[in-house]
């Protein structure tokens, strides 16, 4: 007998909760670079395409299979989907459902972590009076878990245990008494924070507080539609990523939070609130925010310059920097008021990934509620320990690609079948109306049978094919160059360069220039090779070497070729984390797979006893 | 702001806010279902 016995404490918890799971650190930081990247105002145009025929379909999907495995006694999506397919395998189709969450929540809860630290950064007036190069070089020490520049020994690590300990202590107080509390002061807490920084963003004035443009010109940037850019694939599967990323499908937290809903209650009306309310975070204040701020002080070269390294970037390296313009006591509020809202979209966001798993040791192995919290800690500690020691490495991208990326995907195309082609169309309707508070348009049926799952193949096949370059159009079959980032570059380790063995006696450069320094900083010793054109940089890269094991080949001046050995001696190289990484998402999923044929073994042999 | 940059933000962002508005004030004005329902906190409230 299960000692699940989890309910929701009201209806506007209900959504709160589901609309902090969706509002994420993305809303605020992905959004933007995504939109500035993808053709300015334009790109809305696909973005909210994808909202309507992917986003939304996706939610109701979601919703109603949990709330119809919730009528079983099941809470997370393995025994959900086996409820609803008569085949054995969809149950561990169902282990995606929990695999991504705590693949997620491992690195999820280390960027939540930074953000726990950058409030306290920002009280104490750590950013005062350093330049942008010392506030970007704060963010690279703070990942340096070996080195402290801020007094506390192991920063991160100890940031990211506080925060585990505070997100399992929450999950131990229960979906009412933990999770639904958090997500109705969470949720109001980061749009009002989201509001009044949205409006010292778009309100700022050249000449004041040091600013070089108006905010308005940042927004001028982001909004100005190149509609050129619509006629390119890349711009469209960039819209249907950033739909589907941002609104939390795919992922199996949305099924569980549902599963506590009865039969008659209404999901329609709260799967579309929590949706727009998500909509309006991400549309309205997050393209109000960073880059009206940044291209203020930065100008938008720069900011196109700083978005390519994404919009975590952005946000760490530079923002500390912009809101130190403002004044000690308004760069401490504007610095609480920015962190403090990615802290409480990321907390309501990283308390919705615990939730699943948990929900199965509960009704599959009777755990207790604190139990399965502690199981969940303790899982994503070991998990978590690799991303934060081995950051640079690449671990923690690894976690995102495969666990926060692709997982997502093929769970949401496989679930969309299920739920359209298995399950059935007519009985997933009667699903989704029972009880609703509004009539959904009956058009949905057409485009949740046939539109979604076709658009979830077409985003899945894309990003297994991505061409170099994003260039869909200059590409012939005959010699398709794969992206870095296609699923296929990522299997052949194309982004790893000449470096492919997991150990070598030298270190070969991965690209090509001159020799321009070897440096020591902060105790460790670098070897940097830069190209330049017309006397400026174009590409400059540091690689880290050991003197005491490694012999340098080269000195400054000297002209390297990629695939140079740099130094020879004895080498770990980064695609040994990588692939450890791999392994060890791999083998994640195996054990929960093996669970769940155990528990399944369970419920049959208690039925053959039953009987 | 350009005019066609004004145009296309306010639209989208007036639609966007209005939408979320009206959802959540549904959400907010919808009575309850009969008991038993889903959710704890209205358990003991008759009706």
């Known amino acids: 007998m299960s000692t699940n016995t989890e309910s929701w404490g009201s209806r506007v918890g209900l959504v709160l909760a589901m609309a902090g799971n969706a509002v994420g650190f993305g809303n605020f930081l992905r959004f933007p670079v995504q939109a500035i990247q993808n053709g300015g105002g334009a790109f809305i145009i696909p973005y909210l395409v994808s909202f309507l025929l992917l986003g939304l379909p996706l939610l109701m999907i979601e919703w109603s299979i949990g709330r119809f495995g919730g009528r079983f006694g099941h809470h997370s999506t393995p025994f959900i989907m086996d409820a609803m397919g008569k085949r054995r395998f969809w149950k561990y189709v169902g282990v995606f459902g929990i695999f991504s969450n705590i693949a997620i929540a491992s690195y999820y809860c280390y960027i939540e972590s930074w953000t726990m630290s950058y409030v306290y950064h920002s009280l104490k007036g750590t950013f005062n009076g350093m330049t942008q190069h010392e506030v970007a070089g704060f963010f690279s020490n703070y990942l340096d878990v070996t080195t402290s520049t801020t007094g506390i020994p192991y920063e991160a690590l100890v940031f990211f245990v506080l925060c585990l300990a505070l997100n399992t202590w929450i999950l131990s107080r229960g979906l009412s008494g933990g999770v639904e509390k958090v997500a109705k002061v969470g949720v109001p807490l980061l749009i009002v924070f989201g509001i009044l920084l949205a409006i010292k963003g778009t309100t700022l004035k050249a000449g004041t507080d040091g600013a070089v ?9 982001l909004w100005t539609p190149d509609y050129t850019s619509l006629a390119n694939p890349k711009v469209w599967l960039a819209a249907a990523g950033q739909i589907f990323f941002t609104l939390s499908v795919g992922m199996g937290s949305i099924q569980c939070y549902a599963s506590y809903i009865k039969k008659r209650d209404d999901i329609a009306l709260n799967a579309m609130s929590a949706g727009w309310m998500n909509e309006f975070v991400e549309v309205v204040l997050g393209s109000a925010i960073i880059i009206p701020i940044s291209i203020g002080y930065l100008g938008i070269d720069r900011v196109v310059e700083l978005s390519n390294i994404g919009g975590l970037g952005l946000g760490f390296r530079t923002m500390p920097f912009l809101f130190e313009q403002w004044g000690p006591l308004l760069s401490a509020i504007a610095g609480t008021c920015f962190f403090g809202l990615l802290f409480f979209a990321g907390i309501t966001s990283s308390l919705a990934m ?3 798993g948990m929900g199965f040791l509960m009704d599959e192995f009777n755990w207790s509620r604190k139990n399965a919290a502690l199981g969940f800690g303790t899982i994503i500690l070991i998990l978590g320990l690799p991303v934060i020691l081995f950051f640079n490495q690449g671990v923690f991208d690894e976690y995102d690609y495969w666990g ?4 997502l995907v093929v769970f949401a195309l496989l679930e969309s079948v299920l739920f359209s082609w298995v399950f059935g169309l007519k009985n997933g309707w009667r699903e989704i109306n029972m009880g609703a508070d509004i009539k959904i348009p009956v058009i949905y049926r057409f485009i949740i049978k046939f539109i979604t799952p076709v658009m979830l193949i077409v985003v899945f096949l894309g990003s297994i094919v991505r061409p170099v370059n994003d260039d869909w159009l200059g590409q012939s079959l005959g010699e398709w160059n794969f992206h870095n980032e296609s699923i296929i570059g990522q299997l052949k380790h194309q982004g790893v360069g000449p470096n492919k063995q997991w150990f070598a006696t030298a270190f070969y450069s991965e690209n090509a220039g001159e020799v321009d320094s070897i440096f020591q900083l902060r105790k460790k010793h670098y070897i940097s090779v830069s190209s330049h054109e017309d006397g400026k940089v174009t590409s400059s890269q540091n690689y880290r070497y050991l003197p005491a094991k490694h012999k340098l080949k080269f000195k400054p001046g000297d002209k390297v070729v990629k695939g140079d050995a740099l130094f020879t ?6 695609v040994f984390y990588i692939d450890m990484a791999r392994l060890l998402l791999m083998s994640l999923f195996v054990f929960l797979a093996v669970l769940v044929y155990i528990a399944w073994r369970k419920r049959y042999h208690n039925q053959n006893q039953q009987t | 702001m350009n005019t066609s940059a004004l145009i296309l933000m ?4 007036v639609t966007v806010t209005a939408l979320a ?3 959540f004030y549904k959400i907010l004005v919808t009575k309850p279902m ?4 889903s959710y704890s906190e209205n358990d003991d409230v008759e009706r």
């Open chain 1, 354 to 356: 615990g939730t699943p």
């Open chain 1, 213 to 221: 443009y108006d905010g308005t010109v940042g927004l001028n940037f």
């Open chain 1, 569 to 574: 001696g004895k080498v770990i190289n980064k």
């Open chain 2, 21 to 23: 508005a009206w959802f």
């Open chain 2, 34 to 37: 009969a008991e038993p329902d």
């Open chain 2, 10 to 13: 306010v639209t989208v962002q």
């Open chain 1, 404 to 407: 926060g990326t692709v997982s």
